[in-house]
Structure formats: C-alpha cells, structure tokens
C-alpha cells in the first residue's frame, strides 16, 4: 500500500522560508513521478513542482522558479520542498503527490493516484 505523509507546514513572514518533507512508504521512487501541488480553497488545485519519471529533474510552476527546490532522499524515500521568499500569494495546502506520469511538470492533478494529507502553508505579509 502507497501511503505519502506530508509535514512541515506552519506560518512563516513574507520573505522567509520553510522546509516541506513527505515520508513515503509502498513505493520506489525510480519508478513513480512525484512532486507537490497546492491548492487555495477557492481555487484549482495547482502543480508546483514535480521529479519527472522521464528524465529524472524537477519541473516547477512559473510561480515559484527560483525560490523553491525539490529534493529526494531515496534511502529514506523522503522528499523535500525547500521554500524560500515566501510570498503571501504562497499560502494553500500543500500535498505531496505520486503517480506514473509520463510527461514532464505537474499538469493534471487527477493523474496523479497518490496523494499525502496536505500540509498548510500560511505566509503573512
């Protein structure tokens, strides 16, 4: 059974940083794609970064190039997502996603089959 368990979620001052992990169990990494999305209540669901199955290197949203960096660690299949200058425009719940993706970015949420509980990010101004 695939379980994905998302942590590291808090409030943080725009411009700083935060530090997402996601445990994950059931799975190896080589052969899923897997990232992180994002969703504000009232919005879409929206992909911010995912390691492609393809290729292997993380794709990101245009929104945060620059500031935000996924990283694995594959002995203790965790994944990370460093956030740094934290925007306001940042704040959603954070889930962390798997899925047998066979094309680059994070672009439909629905083909991704597994996904953490969400963790919240909230970046004050």
């Known amino acids: 059974e695939v379980q994905l368990q998302a942590s590291g979620g808090g409030l943080v001052q725009a411009g700083g940083s935060l530090r997402l992990s996601c445990a994950a169990s059931?799975?190896?990494?080589?052969?899923?794609?897997i990232g992180w999305f994002r969703r504000v209540s009232w919005k879409e669901r929206e992909g911010v970064g995912c390691?492609?199955?393809?290729?292997?290197?993380?794709y990101y949203a245009d929104s945060v190039k620059g500031r935000f960096t996924i990283s694995t660690d594959n002995a203790r299949k965790t994944l990370y997502l460093q956030m740094n200058d934290l925007k306001p425009e940042d704040t959603a719940e954070y889930y962390c996603?798997?899925?047998?993706?066979?094309?680059?970015?994070?672009?439909?949420?629905?083909?991704?089959?597994?996904w953490g509980q969400g963790t919240q990010v909230t970046v004050s101004s």
């Open positions: 996603v798997a899925g047998r993706v066979w094309y680059s970015g994070c672009r439909y949420p629905h083909d991704y089959d597994y």
């Open positions: 059931g799975l190896s990494f080589a052969d899923y794609a």
């Open positions: 390691v492609s199955l393809l290729d292997g290197k993380p």
